[in-house]
């Protein structure tokens, strides 16, 4: 089955400067990577995703690359805000139907310091 | 819409104990699913619905049943509780591969 790994687990940046967070997966049919915002005592929220097909996508100060020879992809938040601070996971999936059994990183804890 | 809700939002059981989280999403979408997070793993795949009276199993099934009887009801029961069980489970409904979470049912097991 598909395994992510994601790094690092912690991660604190001063207000202002960019966070970079890394996954790698081991299954090469996956083709689909979304990337969700965990705040305290709430579910994950979809911040991003992105397909096979293409290698970057931006929203505003979020981005996330694909390198899919490497297999590996990554999540930019550029101009960190005290309220990027939560847990942010990544995820992988064959996306062969609609949410089709995503695998998850572990988790990565980004805390903004003011 | 309410989205996806979860009931309870806390639950303290003793082994050997059996209880049944409750789903119910009303965005009329297809793909439900259930996951564990405990620290340091992330979120495990428990069970999953493609659609009313269709479920299968993830990857971590064993001690959990699930049924799904409507589009809109998908919950989980845990047959005997076990300290093992002791977690934070997230039910999830999908569409077009976005999957929108509820707000968790915290468990412990004593």
């Known amino acids: 089955g598909e395994n992510v790994e994601q790094h690092p687990s912690t991660l604190s940046v001063q207000e202002g400067d960019s966070a970079v967070i890394k996954c790698t997966y081991s299954?090469?049919?996956?083709?689909?990577f979304p990337w969700y915002k965990q705040e305290l005592g709430k579910g994950p929220q979809l911040i991003i995703d992105i397909r096979s097909n293409v290698g970057e996508k931006k929203d505003q100060r979020i981005a996330v690359t694909l390198n899919k020879t490497a297999k590996h992809f990554s999540l930019h938040i550029t101009e960190t805000q005290p309220e990027d601070s939560a847990v942010y996971f990544c995820?992988?999936?064959?996306?062969?139907?609609?949410?089709?059994?995503?695998?998850f990183g572990t988790g990565t804890r980004l805390t903004i310091i003011p | 819409n309410a989205g996806v809700t979860q009931t309870p939002k806390f639950q303290v059981l003793k082994t050997g104990q059996s209880m049944t989280l409750q789903c119910a999403q009303d965005m009329n979408h297809e793909y439900m699913s259930w996951y564990r997070q405990d620290p340091g793993m992330g979120l495990r795949l428990i069970h999953y619905s493609v659609g009313a009276g269709i479920t299968d199993q993830g990857e971590v099934p064993n001690g959990y049943n699930v049924s799904r009887s409507t589009t809109e009801d998908f919950p989980l029961r845990l047959l005997s509780a076990a300290p093992s069980q002791t977690s934070v489970y997230f039910c999830?409904?999908?569409?077009?591969?976005?999957?929108?979470f509820g707000p968790g049912t915290r468990l412990t097991v004593l």
């Open positions: 999830a409904s999908s569409y077009h591969n976005t999957q929108y």
């Open positions: 995820a992988a999936s064959r996306g062969e139907m609609a949410g089709e059994k995503l695998t």
């Open positions: 299954d090469s049919a996956s083709n689909y």
